[in-house]
């Protein structure tokens, strides 16, 4: 089945202790990109690859790090977590980072930073 | 630069009666529209997307939008709700700039129905 995968789907930890969210797909995608939503604000663009070694910084990417070593994950990094980074993210990839494809999203990750 | 507004964030509706979800954007560029449903401790999926061909296009569970170009809008609409389209709806405008992809996200309508 094609999908994205996430890694954990719910998170609770404190200020300062770095975590890894981690995200997979399947489907030979060149694009990959993270997302937070929060309430009103809908989603917001934290990083995103056009294909592996190429990332590029979003709308909010500070206090986040990624890398990707390989076409198949896009792991989020958060070095010093604070609460204001307390949110759902979302993993999603597309066929080619061009505007004629749409994005496929996994199942979201759901952090609270104490 | 590009931006996109949907203009309720919440609507709510009858089971059985149409649906519009308006959304306005504004591009540099000619962009592409796409729409995604968000249900409920659910990840995005795609419900439709216009990408400079058909103006008006069909997507998926019955729900269609209208590109106009003329009046910068691209309004999501469904002839007759279900109780299972209640979700969140999302309004996406996209474009390319400088060689990046650079996907706009609107803040979401909450689509009630009631039974």
């Known amino acids: 089945e094609a999908q994205v995968t996430q890694n954990p789907r719910y998170l609770i930890t404190v200020t300062g202790k770095k975590l890894t969210v981690t995200c997979s797909q399947n489907?030979?995608?060149?694009?990959m990109s993270w997302y937070r939503q929060d309430p009103g604000l809908g989603l917001r663009q934290i990083y995103y690859?056009?294909?592996?070694?190429?990332?590029d910084k979003g709308d909010v990417p500070e206090g986040y790090k990624v890398s990707r070593k390989e076409k198949r994950n896009f792991p989020l990094i958060l070095e010093s977590p604070s609460p204001n980074q307390t949110s759902l993210y979302f993993c999603a990839s597309s066929y080619r980072g061009t505007i004629t494809y749409e994005q496929y999203f996994g199942p979201g990750t759901r952090l609270t930073v104490t | 630069a590009q931006s996109v507004t949907q203009l309720d964030s919440h609507v709510s509706v009858s089971e059985g009666t149409p649906v519009l979800l308006r959304c306005n954007y504004s591009s540099s560029y000619s962009p592409s529209l796409f729409w995604y449903v968000q249900h409920p401790n659910k990840g995005l999926q795609l419900l439709l997307k216009?990408?400079?061909?058909?103006?008006l296009v069909k997507g998926i569970n019955g729900f269609e939008a209208e590109f106009k170009k003329s009046e910068t809008s691209f309004h999501l609409t469904k002839p007759s709700a279900h109780m299972s389209d209640a979700a969140e709806y999302f309004c996406?405008?996209?474009?390319?700039?400088?060689?990046?992809?650079?996907?706009?996200f609107g803040r979401g309508t909450s689509l009630i129905v009631h039974p």
């Open positions: 996406v405008v996209s474009s390319t700039s400088g060689g990046s992809y650079i996907p706009t």
């Open positions: 690859s056009m294909n592996v070694e190429v990332t």
């Open positions: 216009y990408t400079s061909a058909a103006t």
């Open positions: 489907m030979n995608h060149e694009y």
